[in-house]
C-alpha cells in the first residue's frame, strides 16, 4: 500500500505492510478463517472428543477480538480501493 497525505492512521495501521490487493485479501481470508476457528466449537459439540482436540478455544474472548479486527481489514481495504494506494503487482 502507498501512504499518501490523505491516509488515515487506521488504515495505515491495518495494511501497512502489505504492498497489493492480493495480499490484503489473502490477510482478510486467513482473518475469516481463523474467526471461525475461534467459535468455541466444543460447547456445542460436548459429547464429540474429536472436536475438542482439534479446536481448543472454549470460549468466546478469541472470536470478540478476530471479528471486528477482521472487519478493520476490510474497511481499510475498501478505503485504499476506492482512493487508488494499491501499489501495481510487477509479477
Known amino acids: 500500500m502507498q501512504k499518501t497525505d ?5 488504515v495505515f495501521l491495518a495494511l501497512s505492510s502489505i504492498e497489493t ?4 485479501l489473502l490477510l482478510i481470508w ?11 466449537w466444543p460447547l456445542y459439540f460436548d459429547g ?3 472436536v475438542a482436540k482439534l479446536f481448543l478455544i472454549d ?3 478469541w472470536f470478540a477480538m478476530m471479528l471486528p ?10 478505503w485504499v480501493d476506492k482512493n487508488g494506494g494499491w501499489r501495481l503487482a510487477s509479477a
Open 30 to 40: 486467513s482473518s475469516i478463517v481463523f474467526t471461525v476457528y475461534c467459535v468455541p
Open 48 to 50: 464429540n472428543g474429536w
Open 69 to 78: 479486527m477482521t472487519f478493520w481489514y476490510w474497511l481499510s481495504m475498501r
Open 59 to 61: 470460549d468466546w474472548e
Open 21 to 24: 490487493r492480493k495480499g490484503a
Open 6 to 10: 490523505k491516509t488515515p492512521l487506521w
